[in-house]
Antibody, heavy 117, light 107 residues
Framework: QVQLQESGPGLVKPSETLSLTCTVS????????WNWIRQPPGKGLEWIGY???????NYNPSLKSRVTLSVDTSKNQVSLKLSSVTAADTAVYYC???????????WGQGTTVTVSS | DIQMTQSPASLSASVGDRVTITCRAS??????LAWYQQKPGKAPKLLLY???RLESGVPSRFSGSGSGTDNTLTINRLQPEDFATYYC?????????FGGGTKVEIK
């Protein structure tokens, strides 16, 4: 059974870079799109972007200038970097798996990131 | 971007009721639609994809319908564990977008 686990600092200072890792266990990272989604406190879901196992990426234009996704197939990990963060980036960050013509069928538990000095 | 508009934003229902949630896309999405259930403090859970296909393990009281721009999630015989927030999401084109959510509360 595939499981995803997000990890990274829970507190990031304004203007700094948020860095999170999603570790995939119980299955292969191959042949899937690995998505990052965030949810500000009390609000809805926002798609950040995805990376295919081959390394190709697609970002939400609203965040594109600040987002970098990467994949390490040897470690079965995908990573998110979000630069120049502000309080508006405070959210629960999720990673999720998707394949073509399908929904996001496996999600991590999410990790809370607070942007504050 | 394709805008996804869900209605209602919230509703109150009783156990055993039939509940219907609507999701309207700002342009045609060719059934490239998923529905998720989210409980407080938990990650979303995939219920349906391709507008009406039930994800493995999801109870058959959940069903989806619609075409083009208008889609519906129906929950028949609402159970206590169904009280949650529901989101639709289109994957027809990027950026992938979610509806604003519908909170189903106990009457």
């Amino acid at each position: 059974q595939v499981q995803l686990q997000e990890s990274g600092p829970g507190l990031v200072k304004p203007s700094e870079t948020l860095s999170l890792t999603c570790t995939v266990s119980g299955g292969s990272i191959s042949s899937y799109y690995w998505n990052w989604i965030r949810q500000p406190p009390g609000k809805g879901l926002e798609w950040i972007g995805y990376i295919y196992y081959s390394g190709s990426t697609n970002y939400n234009p609203s965040l594109k200038s600040r987002v970098t996704l990467s994949v390490d197939t040897s470690k079965n990990q995908v990573s998110l970097k979000l630069s120049s963060v502000t309080a508006a980036d405070t959210a629960v960050y999720y990673c999720a798996r998707r394949k073509v013509h399908y929904g996001m069928d496996v999600w991590g538990q999410g990790t809370t990131v607070t942007v504050s000095s | 971007d394709i805008q996804m508009t869900q209605s209602p934003a919230s509703l109150s229902a009783s156990v055993g009721d039939r509940v219907t949630i609507t999701c309207r896309a700002s342009q045609g999405i060719s059934n490239s639609l998923a529905w998720y259930q989210q409980k407080p403090g938990k990650a979303p859970k995939l219920l349906l994809y391709a507008a009406f296909r039930l994800e493995s393990g999801v109870p058959s009281r959940f069903s989806g319908s619609g075409s083009g721009t208008d889609n519906t999630l129906t929950i028949n015989r609402l159970q206590p564990e169904d009280f949650a927030t529901y989101y639709c999401q289109q994957y027809y084109s990027t950026p992938l977008t979610f509806g604003g959510g519908t909170k189903v509360e106990i009457k």
